[in-house]
Nanobody, 117 residues
Framework: VQLQASGGGLVQAGGCLRL?????????????MGWYRQAPGKQRELVAT???????NYADSVKGRFTISRENAKNTVYLHMSSLQPEDTAVYFC????????????WGQGTQVTVSS
């Protein structure tokens, strides 16, 4: 199973970006999907998660600015980011709890988001 993330880039403060992450390979289903980020010199931190039935959870720092969503038929999770600030600059990683013969978490390769002031 692989996760392919896309949509990162350079944006000015106050701007918007949408990240996408699609799962491919052989699996029965996906439970939770999520986005995390890692800024230079910092630990990876949770941004947002979404369950298979659409329940969402957000880090306090992004509440009201970021929206996580998913399309189960496409095994894809999205992160719409608005009102971006320089402190949102980081590599963003997606993950998914994948059910095969066992349940395990798979990570995508990361996509860079840079917000200029």
């Amino acid at each position: 199973v692989q996760l392919q993330a896309s949509g990162g880039g350079l944006v000015q403060a106050g701007g918007c970006l949408r990240l996408s992450c699609a799962a491919s390979g052989s699996f029965f289903s996906i439970n939770d999907m999520g986005w995390y980020r890692q800024a230079p010199g910092k630990q990876r931190e949770l941004v947002a998660t979404i369950t298979d039935d659409g329940s969402r959870n957000y880090a306090d720092s992004v509440k009201g600015r970021f929206t996580i969503s998913r399309e189960n038929a496409k095994n894809t999770v999205y992160l719409h980011m608005s009102s971006l600030q320089p402190e949102d600059t980081a590599v963003y990683f997606c993950n998914a709890e994948v059910i095969q013969l066992w349940t395990h978490t798979v990570w995508g390769q990361g996509t860079q988001v840079t917000v200029s002031s």
